[in-house]
């Protein structure tokens, strides 16, 4: 399993969420609506009262009373949790992209913690700690029965305060590094020049996100001196992030408009999003890729291209997760957050992609055709998961078996990226602006 | 119980923990905040269902909360009633056999008596009928009538009239085999069970004239039922002592269960057969016919659900709160939970595949409660007798084993091996 720092505990890894103001809570609780609850929490303290006097053993009635929460909120949908204060302040900084550590990405490997990556303009990097390094201490005590978050937290602590590891690297001794933590940035949008072909990825829809896409559009122009021949934008496996982000980031491929429109319960609170006028990438050719594992903010990024008829989606039908949860912080944080589906989402054209996901317009597959099964889990295989209300969705997925899937040719290995490899096919290609024509009708 | 507003009120009876207080708070807090801003509507009553399921199964597998009508529809099934005759019937030259008439039946109280046939229904003949078919024709709404022929042999058929009741069905079923006495217990969720068994025991002495050389109960798949009946059982078998104790989370809160001095059939010997499937109260009588060294124990090692629940109805008609509130100990102090009861010889039902394949039993399930005897319980495979190649495969090889010992010195021996390990 691979972990980023900051590791963010428990929290789903798919997410699509609005912070939510706290005035939002603060009205929320005043306004009960008194008898029903009022006799169902009687119901309810009255079994727990049972169970602290009663039980077989005594619980920490704390614990219990966390699992009922649990338990309340998973009853609604695979999505809605309680957050606890920790993973709650670990949550901020995720969405935050910025957080007080040394500034690595980490994995676990034979029980020792291994480095990914550092951060470039970490205290990590700074040191000298290299991708493939193994700590084998943490101030002196052995990582060996940590787990991997246990391992992460450790490491972690307040600014300004010092940290010291033990790095083993093949055929050298280990060997002591001290580092200072301060505050990092972990970046989310990568990008290169890929036969030619500008590329970006973006892993995930935090604040990172947006700032990075204009920094690495910035860099690409100046790279192909001004003159971008098209654009790759890889949204593969990212589970999404922040709703506003994935608004700034359509904003950059279309020219005001509707992204996005959300609606509440029984479809009230209609609310529609527009991306800012003044595109920066006005006629330049892209190329959306999607996965199974793209979801929320991603599907809303690569639905808004798609029904805005600005680009080519690729790749394999994607996860599916068309509801927007917001973060309630309770009593200011101090009792962690609700997460809590509040919103489904509708991509400019109306339709909801609540369990079916985003098709996308040319199908290729990065697996060969050779009869294995290799789709993931997508939201329509969550336990509990919120059905779509339009039935028509569902026929549409029906259909899906007469499409024509792209499979790599006989002996293409899998890590040569066949997905990207015919994203940059198309835009050298020179067919693209036809495509997209007969795309449209 | 006085703490139900105890999360609003500082003031009660039972004043709660502060901590728990506070969180009474936030799953207050959250539970209004749920009601008002979630994407759907939802009832009140559904989010405190899952609250109260999230808590309680972590707790352990066995206790949950039983919403109000999962928990009238249990208390129905507990009585196994149905409407019918009272009788007990299989197939036999093409007519039905009366095989037990219940003695609280209508059957039994018009005259009708186990050995009968029936050969027809309402004047119909029932030949060339399935059993299934026949059956139907006799099954109706309670109170209404229906006219059976009866055949008892060396007598003259009659027709016999009898109004359709509710009537409890048995958790047991009886018959001779191979001149041994054979008892299948299905359940021990039956308040009649004791006196079911002891009417069937009487009824095999009937027909294998006057004594049960041997007795095979069979547990298997018996997923329990009631602690009092357990105990009741064992004690026809057992004089006097103790059959069990159950402990609480106090150790003082010691509970013993002794059986009724006098036994009823002394000499008799017994042979229990057992499964992965056999849980709880089945465990309770495997094991403290074992522990007391009054039956031979064969098969394969039990579930090992070694604690009791109590099912607390809830006030106001809310349902009620299975929970588990006890740990029982067999007679040697033992507790079952997660290790089940060791059969005294291996046996399979299944054949031999060169391993044991992992059954469901309780320490598998999620958050089952610990046993602090950690010591080897797990079955060997080089100690399990499989059923040999040529055994066919529609017989009962656990069931042929069983006979096989109670017919040899094999039994003795078996026996001698118990007590040589106390």
Redesign the interface.
């Known amino acids: 399993m691979k972990y980023i720092l900051p590791v963010v505990g428990t929290v789903a890894a798919v997410g699509l969420f609005a912070f939510s103001t706290a005035n939002?809570?603060a009205l929320?609780?005043e306004?009960?609506?008194y008898s029903?609850?009022?006799?169902?929490?009687?119901?309810?303290?009255?079994?727990?009262?049972?169970?602290?006097s009663?039980?077989?053993?005594?619980?920490e009635?704390?614990?219990?009373?966390?699992?009922?929460?649990?338990?309340?909120?998973?009853?609604?949908d695979p999505h809605?949790s309680?957050v606890n204060p920790n993973d709650f302040r670990r949550l901020q900084e995720q969405t935050s992209g910025r957080y007080v550590g040394v500034g690595m990405e980490v994995t676990q490997e034979d029980g020792y913690v291994k480095v990914v990556a550092p951060i470039d303009g970490s205290p990590a990097k700074e040191a000298g700690i290299k991708s493939g390094d193994y700590i084998t201490e943490i101030n002196g005590k052995t990582v060996l029965g940590l787990s991997l978050t246990e391992a992460v937290n450790t490491i972690r602590g307040e600014a300004g305060e010092s940290v010291t590891l033990t790095i083993a690297r093949i055929d050298e001794e280990p060997q002591d590094f001290t580092l200072v933590r301060r505050e990092v940035d972990r970046e989310v949008v990568t990008y290169e020049i890929k036969d030619g072909v500008p590329y970006i990825r973006i892993s995930q829809f935090n604040e990172k996100a947006s700032p990075g896409l204009t920094g690495a559009i910035d860099e690409l122009n100046r790279q192909v001196d001004g003159k971008l021949p098209g654009v790759v934008l890889d949204l593969r496996t990212n589970p999404g992030g922040l709703l506003d982000q994935s608004i700034k980031i359509s904003s950059v491929f279309l020219d005001g408009g509707e992204v996005v429109s959300t609606r509440?319960?029984?479809g009230a609170n209609e609310q529609s999003y527009n991306a800012e006028p003044g595109q920066l990438l006005k006629g330049i050719p892209v190329v959306v890729l999607i996965d199974e594992a793209s979801a929320s903010a991603s599907e809303i990024v690569a639905g808004a291209i798609q029904d805005r008829g600005r680009g080519v989606v690729m790749g394999m039908t994607s996860f599916g997760k068309g509801?927007v949860q917001?973060l309630?912080p309770?009593?200011g944080g101090r009792?962690g957050a609700?997460r809590?589906?509040?919103?489904?989402y509708y991509t400019p054209s109306g339709r909801s992609i609540q369990g079916t996901g985003i098709d996308p317009d040319l199908f290729v597959s990065s697996y060969p055709d050779d009869g294995e099964d290799h789709t993931r889990m997508t939201e329509a295989d969550l336990p509990n998961s919120?059905i779509n209300e339009d039935a028509s969705n569902e026929e549409a997925t029906e259909e899906e078996s007469q499409t024509i899937i792209d499979y790599p040719p006989e002996g293409f290995v899998v890590a040569d990226d066949y997905q990207l490899q015919q994203a940059i096919a198309l835009l050298k290609s020179g067919n693209y602006n036809q495509r997209l024509a007969e795309l449209q009708n | 119980m006085s703490l139900g507003a105890g999360w609003a009120y500082a003031e009660t009876a039972k004043k709660p923990d502060q901590p728990s207080y506070e969180k009474m708070q936030l799953l207050a807090d959250i539970l209004t905040i749920v009601e008002n801003e979630y994407v759907e509507p939802v009832e009140t009553h559904t989010l405190i269902e899952g609250a109260l399921n999230g808590a309680l199964a972590k707790l352990d597998p066995h206790s949950s909360y039983v919403p109000p009508t999962v928990f009238s529809e249990q208390r129905v099934a507990a009585r196994r009633e149905y409407g019918g005759l009272g009788i007990e019937v299989i197939m036999e030259d093409g007519y039905i056999k009366i095989n037990y008439a219940l003695e609280e039946g209508p059957a039994y109280a018009a005259g009708i008596r186990s050995g009968d046939f029936i050969t027809a229904v309402e004047g119909e003949t029932i030949l060339g009928l399935e059993l299934d078919e026949a059956v139907e024709g006799i099954r109706g709404l309670e109170g209404d009538p229906v006219t059976v022929t009866v055949l008892t042999p060396d007598q003259e058929p009659r027709d016999v009239t009898v109004v359709r009741a509710q009537v409890r069905g048995r958790a047991i079923r009886h018959r001779v085999e191979e001149g041994l006495g054979y008892v299948v217990i299905e359940s021990f969720n039956n308040d009649k069970l004791t006196s079911d068994l002891e009417r069937a025991l009487e009824l095999l002495q009937e027909e294998l004239g006057g004594e049960i050389p041997g007795l095979i109960i069979d547990l298997r798949g018996n997923r329990g039922g009631l602690l009092t009946q357990s105990v009741s059982v064992s004690g026809l078998f057992l004089d006097g002592g103790e059959v069990l104790s159950v402990r609480g989370r106090e150790d003082v809160d010691t509970e013993r269960y002794h059986a009724e001095s006098g036994e009823l059939l002394p000499d008799m010997p017994i042979v229990v057969l057992v499964s992965p499937g056999s849980a709880s109260a089945a465990e309770i009588l495997a094991g403290s016919l074992q522990d007391r060294g009054r039956a031979i124990v064969i098969g394969r090692r039990t579930f090992g659900k070694g604690s009791v629940q109590s099912v607390i109805p809830l006030p106001g008609n809310k349902g009620a709160l299975r929970m588990t509130t006890q740990r029982y100990y067999t007679p040697s102090g033992k507790s079952i939970q997660g290790r089940g009861i060791m059969p005294d010889l291996l046996v399979s039902a299944l054949d031999d595949e060169g391993e044991l394949r992992r059954r469901l039993r309780e320490d598998s399930l999620p958050n089952a409660l610990r046993n602090s005897d950690t010591s080897d319980y797990e079955e060997i495979y080089e100690n399990v007798m499989f059923p040999p190649e040529e055994f066919p495969i529609d017989e009962d090889f656990q069931l042929h084993t069983a006979v096989e010992i109670l017919e040899s010195k094999r039994y003795q021996e078996l026996l001698d091996a118990q007590s040589d390990l106390d």
Not at chain 1, 61 to 74: F, P, R, T, V
Not at chain 1, 340 to 344: A, G, I
Request: charged share 30%.
């Open positions: 939002q809570a929320a609780v306004k009960p609506s029903d609850t009022f006799e169902q929490l009687d119901l309810f303290a009255d079994v727990m009262a049972r169970v602290r009663d039980y077989v053993v005594e619980v009635d704390g614990e219990l009373i966390e699992d009922a929460i649990n338990g309340m909120l998973q009853s609604l809605s309680y509440g319960r029984d509801s917001s309630i309770l009593r009792d609700l809590l589906t509040t919103q489904r919120i």
